[in-house]
Nanobody, 116 residues
Framework: QVQLVESGGGLVQAGGSLRLSCAASGSGFSIYVMGWYRQAPGKQRELVATITSSGDPNYADSTKGRFTISRDNGENTVYLQMNSLKPEDTAVYYC??????????WGQGTQVTVSS
C-alpha cells in the first residue's frame, strides 16, 4: 500500500511563495497520476493540479499561471510550487496518487495559510 506524506505548508503573506512536497513510499511511483487538491473550511475538496506519469500537467483555472506541479520519479516525490499566493488559496492541501482503474490514496494534508 503506497503512503503519501506532504510537507512544506505554512503561513505566508499575500504575494509570497511556498513549495509543497509529497513523498511516496513503495514502488510504482513512476506510473501514478499524481495530484494536489485543497479544501478550505466549509468548502468541498477541489482540484489544484495533476501531473501524469509522463509529466504532463493540468491545472485548475484558479491556479493556472501561479502554481507549477512537477515530479521527480527518482525521488518518488511530487512538488507544488505556489507563487503569487492569495488569501483565497488558504486551505489544507492534499496529495493524491491514482493508478489502475480505480486505485487511489491520499496524504494526511498540510495547512497553507495566506494572510492579507
Amino acid at each position: 500500500q503506497v503512503q503519501l506524506v506532504e510537507s512544506g505548508g505554512g503561513l505566508v503573506q499575500a504575494g509570497g511563495s511556498l513549495r509543497l512536497s509529497c513523498a511516496a513510499s513503495g514502488s510504482g511511483f513512476s506510473i501514478y497520476v499524481m495530484g494536489w487538491y485543497r479544501q478550505a473550511p466549509g468548502k468541498q475538496r477541489e482540484l489544484v493540479a495533476t501531473i501524469t506519469s509522463s509529466g504532463d500537467p493540468n491545472y485548475a483555472d484558479s491556479t493556472k499561471g501561479r502554481f507549477t506541479i512537477s515530479r521527480d520519479n527518482g525521488e518518488n516525490t511530487v512538488y507544488l510550487q505556489m507563487n503569487s499566493l492569495k488569501p483565497e488559496d488558504t486551505a489544507v492541501y492534499y496529495c493524491n496518487a491514482r493508478w489502475g482503474l480505480r486505485s487511489t490514496t491520499w496524504g494526511q494534508g498540510t495547512q497553507v495559510t495566506v494572510s492579507s
